[in-house]
């Protein structure tokens, strides 16, 4: 940095900038991944939408001098509500993305959930040793192959298996159609000249590219054509899966389960008979049903219907602070970001997303000093005005 502070860093001064900090480096094709949701992408505008729709009621002398926003999730303390969500691909942002971004969380005091579509191995991850570790998986058609994702896991440490229940069946992601950003990949004449454009992202990646997979799914000795490898991880999900195989689940992996995308307040009631331990409240970023309710506006129904007896986390459309306030106040324990994380990975990589993480702790701590919280637990729905 020779002492100097980044461009990006002066002007990516909240989340939205960082956002369009992320559009400058990227290419159009690999923005447009990153940010774009399915079909009309109602969904995706819902979940931010949500959160203006929710009012806080500030109590300034509740005697918040000092704020404490620290929980205890599965027995970790995290520092603040707010971990990252697993996210693939991290590897085509930045050289080794997932390694930087869960440093990142690690220096925050914060957990990082990898994806099953990581660039990286879950074991090359855990080498890092940043910690709290979460691991995502499926239930794929070879039931073996989920035992074994889990068994890994494991044995490389993680201590929460997250099992994401809305993609069996992948979204209609019409930018990523739009783009040629499909498997295998149609990128336009113009798609690729223009990538020659970003050039700084083009000369950090160009020695990567070659070596881009889906490290999980590679078995040793295999053939590295990556459009194979992707079309046969696609195809593993089992679209018929049931409550039974999360019992089954259960069963076989000692750690936290959590099930991502609950959105029904019944699939939460559910998910606690078969013995989950959490439960993210998600519409996958808007990346999968579109007309899928905000995951704000499906909170209070699930984390009623939980009732204190598994954790409730939520995820899609947290930009600000404030909305991490909002989703406590109605319910749930933590929150995780998606886009936010791979904005900040796209232009600073570890940096860019501690710049990202430090934004939130900041409006985290501002929100709960100027609504009197000095501490997480003084959250409730009290805070929030209600319309009747
Ligand atoms: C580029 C991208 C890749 C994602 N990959 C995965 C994934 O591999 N597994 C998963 O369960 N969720 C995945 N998600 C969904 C996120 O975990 C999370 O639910 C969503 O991004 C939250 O919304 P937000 O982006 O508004 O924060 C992905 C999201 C994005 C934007």
């Known amino acids: 940095m020779n002492g100097r502070t980044p461009g990006w860093q002066r002007r990516g001064f909240n989340i ?57 999730l599965f027995g970790q303390k995290l520092s603040m509500p707010l971990m990252v969500a697993p996210t693939g691909l991290a590897g085509l942002l930045w050289p080794q993305g997932e390694a930087a971004s869960a440093r990142a969380a690690a220096a925050a005091g914060t957990a990082y959930c990898l994806s099953h579509g990581s660039v990286c191995t879950l074991e090359a991850l855990a080498e890092t040793g940043a910690t709290p570790r979460w691991m995502q998986t499926y239930i794929y058609k070879d039931r073996e192959l989920t035992r074994e994702i889990a068994g890994r896991a494991e044995a490389a440490g993680y201590k929460a298996l997250v099992v994401t229940i809305d993609t069996q069946i992948v979204g209609n992601r019409e930018r990523d159609t739009r783009n040629g950003f499909t498997i295998p ?14 050039l700084p992202w083009l000369m950090r990646m160009r020695s990567e590219i070659p070596k881009i997979t889906f490290g999980n799914y590679k078995r040793p000795g295999e053939a590295e054509d990556l459009t194979a490898l992707a079309e046969r991880m696609l195809s593993l999900p089992d679209p018929a899966f049931t409550w ?36 993210l409240v998600s519409n996958h970023g ?48 933590c929150c995780l ?49 209600r319309k009747n």
């Open 337 to 385: 970001i998606g886009r936010p994380q791979f904005w900040g990975l796209a232009v600073g990589g570890e940096a860019g997303v501690a710049h990202v993480l430090e934004i939130f702790r900041r409006e985290i701590d501002l929100a709960m000093g100027l609504s009197g919280l000095a501490k997480i637990s003084d959250i409730s729905r009290d805070i929030l005005l």
């Open 185 to 198: 990949p149609r990128l336009s004449v113009g798609e690729v000249a223009r990538m020659a454009f970003k």
């Open 244 to 279: 039974r195989d999360i019992e089954w689940l259960r069963g076989i992996w000692p750690g936290a389960l959590l099930l991502k995308g609950v959105l029904h307040p019944a699939d939460g009631a559910e998910a606690v008979a078969n013995g989950v331990d959490g439960m």
């Open 16 to 72: 939205a900038a960082m956002r369009t900090e992320a559009q400058r480096v990227l290419p159009r094709a690999i923005f447009d991944f990153v940010d774009g949701g399915a079909g009309d992408e109602v969904t995706l505008r819902r979940n931010e939408a949500a959160f203006d729709e929710v009012s806080l009621l500030p109590r300034p002398l509740g005697g918040a001098a000092k704020r404490d926003m620290s929980i205890t």
């Open 286 to 333: 808007g990346r999968q049903l579109d007309g899928a309710a905000a995951a704000l506006d499906a909170l209070p129904a699930v984390a009623e219907a939980v009732d204190g007896r598994a954790a409730v986390l939520l995820d899609g459309g947290i930009r600000r602070g404030s909305h991490v306030i909002k989703a406590l106040a109605l319910g749930a324990d």
